[in-house]
């Protein structure tokens, strides 16, 4: 059967989609990823995009490929020959490695396996690493679970969503409300101890009701970790479509509000720390990963339509499968930007306000001094004033402020046209 590809933006996750968007709308030049290697020595983490998928959820404009199975076999080798040519660079121990996707244990088994072991083999990994793969609850089979184990993997992110059936008819979600906790157990029975559930709430015809057994359902399940995204309505895809013609309605804006407070509340009462905006962690289990984006750190992306950072500098890699399966080692790259002194500071407030510690009042003034970016200082005065953050020892979102976080962040990032360093663009795009 053809496959359906789709030009990305991104991944399943939506902290990956938020990450890989990130200055998507400004200037970008082109540049080799040979380039971006020269200072692959600041690497830290990994991101490896695996863009096959079954079926395509509705609400869903990640970058994922359905019905190419015969794909795969190629994919892994084109992938294991980027993992050689990227491994050398990278100097530093990696501390953490996210697989996402599409569904990454959809891959058929030797080929997981054999892309686990050329990550271990090409690469070093810090002795507390943290490695994590995103899973489909009906892929999560006894075998691919101890599969997962024996490659190194410790950490599965499953999609959970919901657990309301109409929620994930509505949402075209191909798994059953049952396989969520089979899934987490065959993870457990092969030994992964750190398991994160992904849940969507705002869902049209969720009531407060089904979604409190949501979250009841996954409490109950505890996984150690939690994501709780409101669901978006993004332009091309059926959900967007579906919603324009007018055959479902997005959930009352006060209703979604009330979803997350009552969130906020309910995990907070299981033991969950609210680290981030949409995450929660049992005590030490926060997501590495997702801290190493919050903080803003180096990581590289390997994969089609993978997007990286080191420094400052934004790309990602070939977004379509057949343009990355026609090459070997490193892929080309696109969307380039490197941001200004001024646009490093921005994202690095915009990032850092997500978490609930904020960011370190020292830090708040460095960021606050850079050229260009003094005028952020009377905006956060007068979030202060209102309200909506607080700073003593650090800068933060105080309970009313996390209920305007974007509009918050949004007034931080104003002269997004400044942020760009045009100085920087590289001569051979203009060829
Ligand atoms: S499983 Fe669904 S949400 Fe995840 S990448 Fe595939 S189509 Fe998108």
Redo the contacts with the bound molecule.
């Keep these: 059967m053809p496959f359906v590809e789709k030009t990305p933006d991104t991944?399943?996750n939506p902290l990956t989609q938020f990450i890989n968007n990130l200055g998507a709308s400004q200037g970008r030049n082109t540049i080799n990823a040979e380039d971006c290697l020269a200072q692959a020595s600041e690497v830290s983490g990994l991101y490896i995009h695996i863009p096959f998928?079954?079926?395509?959820?509705h609400?869903?404009d990640?970058?994922?490929i359905?019905g190419d199975e015969n794909q795969q076999t190629k994919f892994v080798e084109r992938l294991v020959s980027e993992f050689a040519a990227v491994a050398p660079y990278i100097t530093q121990p990696i501390e953490t490695i996210f697989i996402g996707?599409?569904?990454p244990t959809l891959i058929e088994q030797n080929l997981l396996s054999k892309m686990l072991g050329a990550i271990a083999t090409h690469f070093t990994l810090a002795q507390d690493y943290e490695w994590t793969i995103?899973a489909?609850p009906e892929t999560l089979t006894p075998d691919v679970s101890t599969r997962l184990a024996e490659g190194g993997i410790n950490r599965v992110s499953i999609?959970a969503q919901s657990f309301d059936i109409d929620c994930l008819k509505t949402l075209e979600?191909w798994h059953t409300p049952g396989s969520v906790a089979k899934s987490m157990q065959h993870v457990r029975n092969a030994g992964i101890e750190n398991v994160n559930l992904d849940l969507i709430f705002g869902i049209p015809n969720q009531t407060m009701e089904v979604f409190r057994n949501d979250i009841k359902q996954t409490v109950d399940l505890s996984p150690e970790h939690i994501s709780a995204y409101a669901l978006t309505y993004e332009p091309n895809t059926p959900l967007y479509v579906r919603e324009q013609r007018g055959d479902l309605q997005k959930i009352d804006e006060d209703l979604e509000s009330r979803m997350f407070q009552e969130t906020m509340t309910i995990l907070e009462a299981h033991g969950y720390e609210q680290y981030e905006i949409s995450n929660y962690a049992k005590p030490n289990r926060s997501c590495k990963h997702n801290l190493m984006y919050w903080n803003n750190k180096s990581w590289w992306p390997c994969g089609p339509a993978a997007a990286g950072h080191i420094s400052g500098r934004r790309w990602r890699n070939v977004p379509k499968l057949s343009q990355y399966l026609t090459g070997f080692g490193l892929p080309s790259i696109e969307d380039v930007e490197t941001l200004s002194e001024n646009g490093q500071a921005g994202e690095a407030l915009m990032l850092g306000l997500r978490l609930r510690d904020g960011i370190q009042s020292d830090r708040v003034d460095q960021l606050l001094q850079v050229k260009g970016g003094q005028w952020r200082r009377k905006v956060i005065e007068e979030h202060i004033q209102q309200g909506n953050l607080d700073f003593a020892s650090s800068l933060r979102l105080t309970s009313k402020g996390l209920m305007v976080a974007d509009s918050i962040i949004g007034d931080l990032l104003m002269d997004e046209t400044s942020m760009v360093d045009t100085t920087m663009q590289d001569p051979n795009a203009k060829k």
């Design positions: 991944t399943s998928c079954f079926h395509k959820c609400y869903c990640f970058y994922s359905v996707g599409g569904t995103e489909n999609g979600r």
